[in-house]
């Protein structure tokens, strides 16, 4: 009898189906909704002409970063690299208004770089500045950069030295500082330090972009000869810029991008690209305005245009 009861039982096992496992119509339909939901709610990559726009933004938020001075420089720097860009001219003219004098000195040395005409109005203004380092700058930046002797007046008047900067030096000259110009050397040490040398380094770079990748490990010695090699513009010098692309030094990154970015070449936009993301300020903002140059942004001036 047990025997037969166990049959039984084992018959309607076998028998009975396993429906308890088997997903229903509805069940695999809120499934296959929910898995085109989870693809569908993924972000579509980004357009060229979003991360153009973004590299742009990046550019504009930081010259504009008025709690932070080596932000401001460093963007100034990058906005430099663009040459007589109308819309980096237009940053830089802006800046000269900033009520920072470093940050009103670094954008006269941006405007010395571009070689931008379009500038010269704007810097000519500021050797009626007040403070004594940014008329100085500006004089300086016109005379070397734009062949335009404006400022002589005021170089004049720091050679005489030790001397005030008003009618009786200038003889009733248009360009007046409002500060007595206590010792030529110490003028000239601040326009150096703290005004021409705030944005150019010796590679092109902020000085305040320079001291960052210092503390964060460039080697100076690698990116200046990447910089000097870059000039031969072969194809093995083409390819170690594209590797300091993902080099661990972000003195070497920003220095590929800045390098690749002067070819005006579209095929490297997709590989500078991803440096606008970069951990580092200084290596975004160079990334930026080199991928804004790679896809046909910024204009440069030829060496011709440089004097009137």
Sequence with gaps: MHARWHSTLLCTLLVVPTITFAATPAAASKQEKKDQSSATALPPPETQEQKLERAWQLIRDNVKEEKHLEAQTQALSALADLGADPKANALIAEAMKDPDLDVRSAAIVAAGKTKSRALVAPVEKLLDDPEPQVAYTAATVLWK??????GEDILDSIVSGGRKAGPTLMHGAEHQMSRTLHSPSALA???????????LGPFGFSITAIQYMRKNGSDEARVQSLMLLADEKTQGVRDDLMDALTDKDPGMRATGARMLGNYRDKRYATAIGPL????????????????????????????????K
């Design 145 to 150: 950069e734009f062949n335009d002797h404006s």
């Design 189 to 199: 040490q601040l326009g150096v330090t703290q005004g021409a040398g705030f944005l």
């Design 276 to 307: 606008i993301d970069d951990d580092k300020l200084p290596v975004r903002l160079t990334a930026s305005a080199a991928y804004i140059k790679s896809l046909g942004g910024g204009v440069p001036v030829h060496s011709h245009l440089r004097h």
